[in-house]
């Protein structure tokens, strides 16, 4: 632990603002923004420093043999998908079979800028019946802020900006 504090902090000068509710055992995390791919070692610093278990989703062929145990130790999970089942039901199931889930996901979609979100992240914790956490990435400052719950209401026209409002002023890489 104290290798990867040293390393996050003082060689790559990063710091953390916030925490994780651990009580809250199960919740969509959204990361944004999400510009690079060196966003995944960032934050997997960051719930190693916390300590807490932050997990991510993927079609089950990743998590075959040879690499599948790596995701599996990453903290993936295989998402089981039919054609009878979208990405939204079959993401939020695998909350009901897990104790503790926290599903990172970029709500962009994407590593690029964009102007709009994918819904996806929202639908799956509707479904899911789980809050929302919002953590910002911000390169300039090297910050990594980690939001409180928020619990959707149904509304996604009135929840997004709420959600967005969070991330207002941080910059990706």
Known sequence: MYITKFI?????????????????????????????????????FTRRILKTQINFVGKKALFAWPIGWYFQWMGGEPLERNKSQNRVEATAKVFDSLDEFRLAIAPEGTRRKVESWKTG???????????????????????????????????????????RGFFKGARGR
Do not use: M, Q
């Not at 300039?140 to 619990?151: L, R």
């Open 121 to 163: 992240y929202y639908y799956i914790a509707l479904k899911a019946k789980v809050p929302i956490i919002s953590v910002s990435l911000d390169y300039p400052s090297k910050t990594i802020c980690i939001g409180k719950e928020f619990y959707p209401s149904g509304d996604i026209d009135i929840d997004e900006p709420k959600l």
């Open 8 to 44: 996050f902090h003082k060689l790559l000068g990063w710091k953390i603002e916030g925490d994780f509710d651990r009580s809250i055992k199960k919740s969509v995390v959204i990361v944004a923004p999400h510009t690079s791919n060196i966003d995944f070692i960032i934050c997997s």
